[in-house]
Each structure stands twice: as structure tokens, then as C-alpha cells.
């Protein structure tokens, strides 16, 4: 009997810190997430109020946490009107720099360079800001907003690809765009087994 008590009360042990960690991979990490993008957004909108004197911090060049630089700082704000995405990005993609938003690839182009630049995004928890990105299709548009210019970008193609496949990166092969946006998230849902990939070209840029 005590045996059986024992082995109850281990498994209910289990069951409520799987509960606790569901819940804090799906409410506690977003809740973190808003905090920084409400922290980047207030940034931000000053940046675009007084470029002179802040454009520096929004150059992508941006402080190693730890170093002394300040922290971490938004690249530019991207907005993907179909699926209610207004988020800003930041530098980098490690999971530490994917806490404060979707990140740019740092081996890619940046906005409003020639060539291909890319933005990882969560799909689960962290606010998944890329959760309905399966539901882009071609010519749906995204907009980067930055210091520098309002960058306007139409959807061009969707796939699945493995993780290994980086090529992704260098913009979609079937394009003649000078500057493309290359988007990628985790597939399917829930799991980080692929990558969706959504490749946009640009279509319109508007100088500040």
C-alpha cells in the first residue's frame, strides 16, 4: 500500500512539473517577450522621431550582452498586416536574442542592402510572433520599417525545408529581385522538426 502511495505521489510530481513547464514555455516566456518588445517599440519610435542622434544604436552593429554596450537594440520594426504581426527586430538569432523578438541573420544582408536578408521568428512560446506565418500566401505583403526607410515586400513563394538547409538564406532561386526578405520559423507547429520558409521580394522602398 505504501509502495502504491509512493508511486502515486511520483507521478503526480511529474504530471504538475510537465503542467508548470507547458505553461511557462507557453505563458511565462511570452509574457517575458511583451515585456522587451514594449521596452523596443518605445525605442524605436523615438529613434524614428530623432534619427540624428540615436540612427548609431539601429545599425544592426549592436553590443554583445555583458560588454558593456548597452544591451540589446532594435534593428527595425516589422509588420506583416494579414496575420496581425507589429514587432521589432533585433540582431542575431540565438535563443537569447529570439526572447526579445524575431532576430536577423547575421550572415545575411540587411534591410535595404542588395541581396537577401533573413528573420528567424518563434512559432511556439516567447509570443510566437511567427505562429500563423503558414498562412501567408503569395502576394500578401510584409513592411520593414527602419531608420533609414519604409522597405515594402510582397510574398513570393512558401516551402518546407530540414533545418540543414541554410540555402534558404540566400533568397529564393526562382526571384530576379534585387533585394528579397527571406522569413523562417519552425514546422510544424509545436515542434522544431523543419523550417517554413515564406520569400518575399521588394517591391517599394520610401525614404525617411
Given at each position: ?5 509512493t ?94 523578438g ?25 509570443s510566437?510572433?511567427?505562429?500563423n506565418l ?55 507547429k ?11 521580394d ?7
Amino acid at each position: 500500500m505504501k509502495t502504491l502511495r509512493t508511486t502515486g505521489n511520483v507521478f503526480i510530481f511529474l504530471g504538475l512539473s510537465i503542467l508548470f513547464f507547458v505553461l511557462y514555455e507557453l505563458v511565462g516566456t511570452s509574457a517575458i517577450t511583451k515585456g522587451h518588445q514594449s521596452e523596443l517599440q518605445a525605442e524605436f519610435d523615438t529613434a524614428l522621431a530623432h534619427p540624428a542622434g540615436l540612427n548609431p544604436a539601429f545599425t544592426g552593429d549592436l553590443p554583445v550582452p555583458g560588454t558593456g554596450g548597452g544591451g540589446v537594440k532594435g534593428i527595425a520594426r516589422l509588420k506583416i498586416p494579414k496575420i496581425g504581426v507589429n514587432v521589432i527586430v533585433v540582431e542575431g538569432v540565438t535563443l537569447e536574442r529570439l526572447a526579445y523578438g524575431p532576430g536577423h541573420y547575421p550572415q545575411t544582408k540587411l534591410f535595404g542592402e542588395k541581396g537577401a536578408t533573413g528573420v528567424a521568428g518563434h512559432r511556439t512560446g516567447w509570443s510566437a510572433p511567427f505562429f500563423n506565418l503558414d498562412k501567408l500566401a503569395r502576394g500578401d505583403e510584409v513592411i520593414v520599417e527602419t531608420t533609414a526607410a519604409t522597405y515594402t515586400y510582397r510574398v513570393t513563394d512558401t516551402i518546407v525545408v530540414s533545418p540543414a538547409h541554410s540555402e534558404v538564406l540566400d533568397g529564393n532561386p526562382k526571384s530576379h529581385a534585387e533585394q528579397q526578405l527571406v522569413l523562417t520559423t519552425c514546422t510544424p507547429k509545436f515542434t522544431a522538426k523543419n523550417r517554413l520558409v515564406v520569400f518575399t521580394d521588394l517591391i517599394q522602398t520610401v525614404a525617411r
